[in-house]
């Protein structure tokens, strides 16, 4: 158990890397403009995480799986471990970058390193949803924007009031926008210790029954609450901040409409709904919450005539979005190799 | 937490009314001061202008009390963060119109300028632009919480009739220069007249900055 646990710590590592980094996307518009005290935010949002990723996070773990099934304990720790570093360093260049992007680098590596045939219509389907994630986040944020904008000019609501309104909805979607975070990130966070997972399960009073795997997604979700209290500020300041000036209510519509696509993106029942209806489904993805942030800052800014945003900072996030999954990848590749030849530990349990 | 929430409802809902309270006042002082600048030139120092005086006073007084009340509350609820240093300012900018407006009452009563009839008037025509302007800014200055479209036709009139007004203290100060009048008697009714037409003018910068704070507030 002792040996899990310490190759564990690389998946531990990477659940901090999710709240310092991530975490700051659902409530870090909300602390920047002053509108909820960091202190309050990062409990709320923590409390959320965790509930998402143990009722919800094994969604979006079997798309992860298809693309690699990351199948030894000491792979899994290089992997993760791999991706943490890859986040950390694009952190402190001050750059948000996706997690979720991180660990497809990782585990393509995994799948390079070890001979797997990576799984192409699985991965086209990933790097699809991380296009597709920032645009829906902006289609959504100018919907709502609009419909807002416009609520606001027939009610004429006194200043106050709408004080008020942003604050509680801002509390409200804190909440929602942790549950997503939780249910969508979490599996980038344990998914490669799923396979390997020695947790056994256990009760909770006559109520309800945490499995195993739900409670490797618990420790990650504490795992994200330390990344979140100890972290998270300096990633607040980045998207905040700098990238567009705006009022407490468009900071509200953002992490609305980033929670919004987290949750359109690791919801099964969604999925089946839309097919149902023989309608474009969205696969159960980990999609990267800075992109929805950052997608629906950009909406809005478009939406206002395109003036407020600085393009120079959106596309230095950008291209973080690119070079995280290729540091990960290359990080990987470079640690397995290390893992096998240098620790004698074993990657790979496929017979060849 | 029930209790607490329904507190600070109530405490925002207290807030609202002194805010609106506030703008009233302005309004109130319009009207009091036209009432007050018409008694003196039909009756000088009278009971009546010492009883309109006081009246003016009182509103001043008043109005303080609010504007205090105002800018602790925002601090205490922690309300409005982006914008409490703007709503600050623009209620010390509406409480120094209200100043002005009872400084000028009380330099007529006080120094009690003897006004020819010939210029009565000009004198009341330019009583009431600046009025008006002072009452359409605390319109535009009340729409600024609530409605920025009807701010910015406020803001128009506004700054319509603080040209009215320049063009009018212009007009009348040009007559008093050229009339036989003694020098220190033409000197003090152009004091006067400044100072009258300086109303519209700090309503006006009011205005200026209302509409650079409303900039920041649109979503």
Redesign the interface.
């Known amino acids: 158990m002792l040996t899990y646990i310490f190759f564990l710590s690389s998946g531990l590592f990477l659940g901090w890397s999710l709240g310092a980094n991530d975490a700051s996307n659902i409530f870090g518009t909300a602390v920047g403009?002053?509108?909820l005290r960091f202190s309050f935010a990062a409990a709320i949002a923590s409390l959320f995480i965790v509930l998402g990723s143990v009722i919800s996070g094994q969604n979006t773990a079997d798309t992860l799986n298809a693309l690699g099934g990351v199948n030894t304990l000491p792979a899994g720790f290089a992997v993760s471990l791999s991706s943490a570093l890859a986040v950390l360093l694009m952190l402190k260049s001050g750059i948000s970058v996706s997690i979720s992007q991180a660990i497809v680098g990782g585990i393509v590596g995994w799948n390079v390193y070890t001979g797997h045939q990576t799984d192409m219509e699985t991965l086209v389907h990933i790097c699809a949803s991380w296009f597709f994630c920032p645009v829906i986040a902006a289609v959504i944020a100018v919907t709502i924007?609009c419909a807002?904008?416009k609520i606001?000019?027939h009610s004429?609501?006194?200043?106050?009031?709408q004080?008020?309104i942003v604050r509680v909805g801002m509390i409200l979607t804190t909440a929602l926008g942790g549950y997503a975070l939780g249910a969508n990130n979490m599996a980038n966070v344990v998914g490669v210790f799923i396979d390997s997972c020695q947790f056994t399960s256990f009760q909770i009073g006559n109520l309800y029954t945490i499995s195993g795997v739900q409670v490797l997604f618990l420790l990650g979700g504490i795992a994200a609450c330390i990344g979140v209290f100890t972290y998270s500020q300096r990633a607040i300041k980045n998207v905040g901040k700098n990238l567009l000036s705006f009022?407490?209510?468009?900071a509200w519509i953002v992490i609305l409409s980033q929670s919004i696509v987290l949750i359109m993106f690791s919801s099964v029942k969604l999925e089946q709904l839309l097919q149902a209806l023989n309608l474009p489904s969205l696969p159960a993805v980990p999609v990267s919450s800075t992109q929805a942030v950052i997608g629906a800052i950009v909406g809005i800014g478009v939406a206002k005539g395109g003036k407020g945003i600085k393009w120079g900072l959106v596309l230095k996030l950008m291209s973080g979005w690119v070079a995280s999954p290729l540091i990960a990848f290359l990080l990987s590749y470079i640690s397995l190799s290390f893992m096998e030849n240098v620790f004698r530990q074993t990657v790979d349990l496929t017979i060849k | 937490m029930f209790n607490v929430k329904v507190s600070l409802f109530a405490r925002t809902r207290e807030l609202e009314h002194s805010i609106d309270k506030l703008h009233d006042k302005i309004i109130e002082m319009t009207m009091v001061f036209k009432n007050a600048i018409d008694i003196y030139l039909q009756e000088r120092r009278s009971e009546n202008y010492r009883e309109t005086s006081k009246k003016i006073k009182m509103i001043e007084h008043d109005s303080d009390v609010l504007r205090r009340e105002i800018e602790s509350r925002l601090y205490e609820q922690n309300l409005i963060p982006d914008m409490r240093g703007n709503i600050l300012q623009l209620v010390e900018n509406l409480d120094r119109v209200i100043n002005l407006f009872d400084e000028v009452a009380h330099k007529f009563y006080i120094e009690q300028p003897d006004i020819p009839e010939i210029y009565h008037g000009e004198l009341k025509t330019l009583v009431k632009q600046v009025a008006d302007c002072a009452e359409n800014m605390a319109i535009a200055s009340r729409a600024f919480f609530r409605d920025l479209v009807t701010l910015r036709d406020y803001s128009k009139k506004v700054y319509l009739l603080e040209h009215q007004s320049d063009k009018t203290s212009a007009k009348l100060r040009k007559a008093v220069f050229d009339s036989d009048l003694e020098l220190a008697r033409k000197i003090q009714i152009n004091t006067f007249v400044e100072e009258v037409a300086d109303v519209a003018d700090l309503a006006e910068d009011c205005i200026d900055a209302l509409l650079i704070f409303a900039i920041k507030r649109e979503i």
Do not use: C, F
């Not at chain 1, 004429?156 to 009031?161: A, E, R, S």
């Not at chain 1, 009022?247 to 468009?250: A, D, F, Q, R, Y």
């Open positions: 403009t002053k509108m924007y807002v904008k606001l000019h004429k609501l006194h200043i106050l009031w004080d008020w009022s407490p209510m468009v």
